[in-house]
């Protein structure tokens, strides 16, 4: 089955660049979708197909996707960025990545 | 606006069956794909089953031949029927809208698998 890798976490200081990655065999191949989860809530989708943002996204959210890695990257991170974060992707079935954790100091 | 509302969890023994049920309005029902999509506590979301507009069904190796998903457009309803539960099963599951990506998820129901 296909696998998902997410460092567990990422610390960034505040109002600085956060890049978050995903890697999968051959994953540039692939859509990625980018969740956004804070304790107690659901996931919310911050980025679909690899570098899309939905409506009510802040554009400091973007994504880029190529070879075997996908990367979530979140511009100028404020403090209420911090949560866990979820790749996701569509390869037989859907599969998520194991998440990271993103500490805005 | 778009609402996802499930219901249906709760305490079933090992063996057990539960009918989760997921209420949707504000979008045309029929129109999208749905999936179930659980999350066991301090741990990442994992898909369980997905229904297609033509009433495809899909679902992840370890609850096949267990869970069943449907779905009731005339109803805008979504449902998964769980039978045989396990310890593994506990978990939050979510119903949640495929358009491309999982555009919008309920606030999940808790499903605890325990004697």
């Known amino acids: 089955s296909y696998e998902l890798t997410q460092p567990l976490s990422v610390s960034v200081a505040l109002g600085q660049t956060a890049r978050i990655t995903c890697g ?16 107690g809530q659901a996931p919310v ?14 554009e400091r959210f973007s994504g880029s996707n190529s ?8 511009s100028g991170a404020q403090a209420g960025d ?15 990545g194991g998440g990271t954790t993103l500490t805005v100091l | 606006e778009v609402q996802l509302v499930e219901s249906g969890g709760g305490l079933v023994q ?16 029929s129109s999208n794909d749905m999936h ?9 979301p994992e898909w369980v089953s997905g229904i297609g507009t033509a009433g495809d069904t899909y679902y992840i190796a370890s609850v096949k031949g267990r869970f069943t998903i449907s779905r009731e457009n ?14 593994g099963d506990t978990a939050v599951y979510y119903c949640a809208r495929a358009s491309v990506g999982f555009d919008y998820w309920g606030q999940g129901t808790l499903v605890t698998v325990s004697s």
């Not at chain 1, 999968?24 to 304790?39: D, L, T």
């Not at chain 2, 179930?36 to 506590?41: D, E, F, G, K, L």
């Open chain 1, 82 to 96: 911090e949560a866990d974060y979820y790749c996701q992707v569509w390869d037989s079935s859907w599969v998520f």
């Open chain 1, 45 to 58: 989708l911050v980025i679909y197909s690899d570098s899309n943002r939905p409506s009510g996204i802040p």
């Open chain 1, 24 to 39: 999968g065999n051959n994953i540039g191949s692939k859509s990625v979708h980018w969740y956004q989860q804070k304790p």
């Open chain 2, 74 to 87: 005339g109803r805008n309803s979504l449902y998964l029927q769980m039978n045989s539960l396990r310890a």
């Open chain 2, 36 to 44: 179930w999509v659980r999350q066991a506590t301090g741990k990442g």
């Open chain 1, 67 to 74: 070879g075997n890695s996908a990367t979530l990257t979140i």
């Open chain 2, 14 to 29: 090992p063996g057990g069956s539960l009918r989760l049920s997921c209420a949707a309005s504000g979008f045309t029902f």
